[in-house]
């Protein structure tokens, strides 16, 4: 009650998924706020607890993350703002 989620339609199956979490390849579980939408594209901000939160899960699991989310990480400070997340989702 009273929390956002977003909502998919499943071309294959014909259902509609609702989530408020997103499981990337890596096996990290992402919470993102105020998901917004514009065409295919989803749009976004991850706070740096999230980035940081990535990279533990990606070293303790020992799953590497590709180098451009490395760049990020490495120069992201404490007190940053949120960096905003673009992305597209693969077909399912």
């Given at each position: 009650k009273g929390q956002e989620c977003a909502c998919f339609y499943d071309?294959?199956?014909?259902?509609?998924?609702s989530s408020k979490l997103f499981l990337y390849e890596e096996g990290f579980v992402a919470d993102f706020p105020e998901l917004q939408s514009s065409g295919e594209y989803f749009i976004s901000k991850a706070p740096v607890?999230?980035?940081?939160?990535m990279k533990d899960h990606s070293d303790k699991e020992k799953?590497?993350?590709?180098?451009?989310?490395?760049?990020?990480?490495?120069k992201l400070k404490d007190d940053d703002n949120a960096v905003l997340v673009l992305f597209k989702l693969k077909q399912f």
């Open positions: 071309k294959k199956t014909q259902h509609v998924i607890i999230l980035w940081r939160l799953k590497p993350l590709p180098d451009s989310i490395n760049n990020i990480i490495k």
